[in-house]
C-alpha cells in the first residue's frame, strides 16, 4: 500500500479523501511541522500543483493536493481560483490556509456566500437559469521521481437563492 500524504489542512477536506480513496492508500495527514504553501498561482492546477510539490518536498512522500473553485456564470467565472477568499479585500494577497489565529473559517464560508448572493442580486441574476455555475476540482498526485497524476472534476449545478442544509462546508451549504 502506497503512503500518501494529504496537502490539506482542512479536515473536512480530508475526511472527504479519505471516503473517497477508501482502504487504497495509506493515507496521512500534512505533519504539523510542514507550513501552509502559499496558493497565489492563476489556476485550480496551478495551486494543487504548488502544494503537491511542495508537501512531497518536505515529506519525502507522494503527496495528494487539490484545489476547487466555483464557477459562476453570471460572474464570468468568478470567484474561480479565489473561491476560498472571495469574501475579502481582492487587494488582500493570496494565503495558504488560515490558522489558529484567523477566523473560524465557518466565518471565512458564511461570509463568501453572503458576497456571492449580494453580487448575483448585483448583476441581476435572480432565475435558476441565470445562477448556473459549476465546481470545479483539480487534484494532483505528486510522487517524489516528479511524476504526477493530474483529475479534474465537474459539477454542474446553479446558486440557490439562500443557503440551506447543514451539510458539507464551504459553498456546499
Same mark, same amino acid.
Given at each position: 500500500m502506497t503512503r500518501l500524504v494529504v496537502a490539506s489542512a482542512n479536515p473536512d477536506k480530508a475526511a472527504e479523501i479519505a471516503?473517497?480513496?477508501? &482502504? +487504497?492508500?495509506?493515507?496521512? &495527514? @500534512? =505533519?504539523?511541522?510542514v507550513p501552509d504553501v502559499v496558493e497565489d498561482a492563476d489556476t485550480l492546477e496551478?495551486?494543487?500543483r504548488l502544494k503537491a510539490v511542495a508537501i512531497s518536498a518536505a515529506t519525502g512522500a507522494t503527496a495528494l493536493a487539490d484545489d476547487t473553485g466555483l464557477e459562476v456564470d453570471a460572474l464570468g467565472g468568478? =470567484?474561480?481560483? #479565489?473561491?476560498? #477568499?472571495?469574501? %475579502?479585500?481582492? +487587494?488582500? &494577497?493570496? @494565503?495558504?490556509? &488560515?490558522?489558529?489565529?484567523d477566523p473560524d473559517p465557518a466565518d471565512i464560508a458564511a461570509a463568501?456566500? %453572503?458576497r456571492l448572493l449580494a453580487e448575483l442580486e448585483r448583476v441581476g441574476a435572480t432565475r435558476p437559469d441565470q445562477r448556473r455555475a459549476r465546481f470545479r476540482t483539480l487534484v494532483i498526485v505528486h510522487r517524489t521521481d516528479g511524476s504526477e497524476t493530474v483529475a479534474e472534476g465537474v459539477v454542474d449545478g446553479s446558486i440557490a437563492a439562500a443557503p440551506r442544509g447543514d451539510g458539507g462546508f464551504g459553498y456546499d451549504p
Amino acid at each position: 500500500m502506497t503512503r500518501l500524504v494529504v496537502a490539506s489542512a482542512n479536515p473536512d477536506k480530508a475526511a472527504e479523501i479519505a471516503a473517497i480513496v477508501g &482502504p +487504497t492508500w495509506d493515507l496521512v &495527514p @500534512r =505533519p504539523a511541522s510542514v507550513p501552509d504553501v502559499v496558493e497565489d498561482a492563476d489556476t485550480l492546477e496551478g495551486n494543487a500543483r504548488l502544494k503537491a510539490v511542495a508537501i512531497s518536498a518536505a515529506t519525502g512522500a507522494t503527496a495528494l493536493a487539490d484545489d476547487t473553485g466555483l464557477e459562476v456564470d453570471a460572474l464570468g467565472g468568478a =470567484p474561480g481560483v #479565489r473561491s476560498a #477568499r472571495y469574501a %475579502a479585500d481582492a +487587494t488582500d &494577497p493570496p @494565503r495558504a490556509d &488560515p490558522d489558529p489565529a484567523d477566523p473560524d473559517p465557518a466565518d471565512i464560508a458564511a461570509a463568501n456566500i %453572503a458576497r456571492l448572493l449580494a453580487e448575483l442580486e448585483r448583476v441581476g441574476a435572480t432565475r435558476p437559469d441565470q445562477r448556473r455555475a459549476r465546481f470545479r476540482t483539480l487534484v494532483i498526485v505528486h510522487r517524489t521521481d516528479g511524476s504526477e497524476t493530474v483529475a479534474e472534476g465537474v459539477v454542474d449545478g446553479s446558486i440557490a437563492a439562500a443557503p440551506r442544509g447543514d451539510g458539507g462546508f464551504g459553498y456546499d451549504p
